[in-house]
Each structure stands twice: as C-alpha cells, then as structure tokens.
C-alpha cells in the first residue's frame, strides 16, 4: 500500500532564505507526482506536477524533483517570500485510476 | 485554466438533515474526487467517479453517497448529517496533468 510523508510537519525561515521542502513514497510505482499550497481555510493549489518520466518541473522561483527510486521527491522554494507562508503537499498517483495519495503537509511561515 | 466550483463555502445543517455537497467541473475531466479534511488526519477519501454513473468507494464512505448524472457535475450526499461529519470537503477532478481542487466547503453539523 502506497504511503506518502512529508518532513518537517512544521518549519519557520527568514525572509530571503532558499529552502527545501521533502517528499517520500513507498512504491516507486507511481503515475505522477504533485505539489500543492494550501492557504488557511482554502481548497489545494497545483504548484507542479512531475510525470514519471520527468526528473523535475519548474516553475518561477519553485523547482521540484523527482528520483523513483529513492522514493523521493523535493520541493525548492528560492528566496522566500512571507506570501509563500502555507501548508504545502504532495500527492502521489498510482498508474491507470488517477487516484491520489496525499502526505499531512509542510507548514511553512516565511518571517518578514 | 481548470475551475472547479463548489456550491457552498460555508454551511451550517443540523443533526439529521440530508445535505447535498455540490461540484462543477469545466475541463471534461474524466475523474472527479469528494475529500474531507480534518486537523492531524489530512485529506480523506470519501468517494471517487471516473465516469458518469460510476463510482468507486474511497477510505472513509460511511455515511455518505454521491451522484454523477452528467460529467461535469459530481454531488456528494451525507443522507443523515451528524455532528462526526463536521469537517472541510474538498471537491478535485483530474485527467492526465494532474487533480484540480475546488475551494471547498466548510460544513458545521449542529
């Protein structure tokens, strides 16, 4: 069974700082791979989604990898914002039903 | 861009009440997912649709059903409210780049 986590549950860094969030799975056997921000209160924004095939996306300041088969996948957030102040997740699928296993998140606070 | 839409941001039933949870997809996605969420748990599973008139329980279905008549539209039915399902219920669909999430709902059974 296909278990995803995410360490640290919780982290504060100074404005400015680069940081990396992490993400590790269970079974390499996986479709996708997604990154998420929640806001307090709010649905799951996409942030970037990695297909097996891809070793990482980019997008702006965010950079994320993926290595199979290490089971594991990081998130890079260069010179950090407060507005990047949220809980952040990733979510693995599994091939051919799209379903999503989603890890407990980072709660990041970026301080001004 | 994908949007998917709920019915409702906030929500307040009473114990016993049948409760319609509604969602809106417009991107012909073939898979649409009923979360809920709750503190120290994350995102649960209640059911899952990857065609219309199909679906598929997911972790946690006690106490709720859902209906899918047309694509774009997948409701999630808690047919006697109870205060245990005071939660966050997030609504996603999803294709091939990815699952998309509604704003969700926050429901308070009283």
């Known amino acids: 069974k296909q278990e995803v986590t995410q360490i640290p549950a919780a982290l504060s860094v100074p404005e400015g700082e680069n940081l990396v969030l992490n993400c590790s799975f269970t079974d390499s056997a996986i479709y996708n791979l997604q990154w998420f921000r929640q806001d307090p209160g709010k649905g799951l924004t996409s942030l970037l989604l990695i297909q097996s095939s891809q070793r990482e996306q980019t997008s702006g300041r965010l950079n994320a990898s993926l290595d199979k088969s290490s089971g594991r996948s990081t998130l890079y957030i260069a010179a950090s914002q407060p507005g990047d102040s949220a809980t952040y997740l990733c979510a693995v699928s599994t091939s051919g039903t799209y379903k999503y296993i989603f890890g407990t998140g980072t709660r990041l606070k970026v301080l001004a | 861009d994908v949007k998917v839409t709920q019915s409702s941001r906030y929500l307040v039933k009473r114990t016993g009440e049948k409760v319609f949870l509604e969602c809106v997809q417009d991107?012909?996605?073939?898979?649409m997912f009923w979360y809920r969420q709750d503190p120290g748990l994350g995102l649960r599973l209640i059911y899952f649709?990857?065609?219309?008139?199909?679906?598929e329980k997911g972790d946690i279905p006690e106490g709720y059903s859902v209906s899918r008549e047309k694509k774009e539209r997948f409701s999630l039915i808690l047919e006697s409210a109870s205060t245990n399902q005071t939660s966050m219920y997030l609504c996603?669909?999803?294709?091939?780049?990815?699952?998309?999430f509604g704003p969700g709902t926050r429901l308070t059974v009283l």
């Open positions: 996603a669909s999803s294709f091939r780049k990815g699952q998309f």
């Open positions: 991107m012909d996605h073939e898979n």
């Open positions: 649709s990857y065609d219309v008139k199909m679906k």
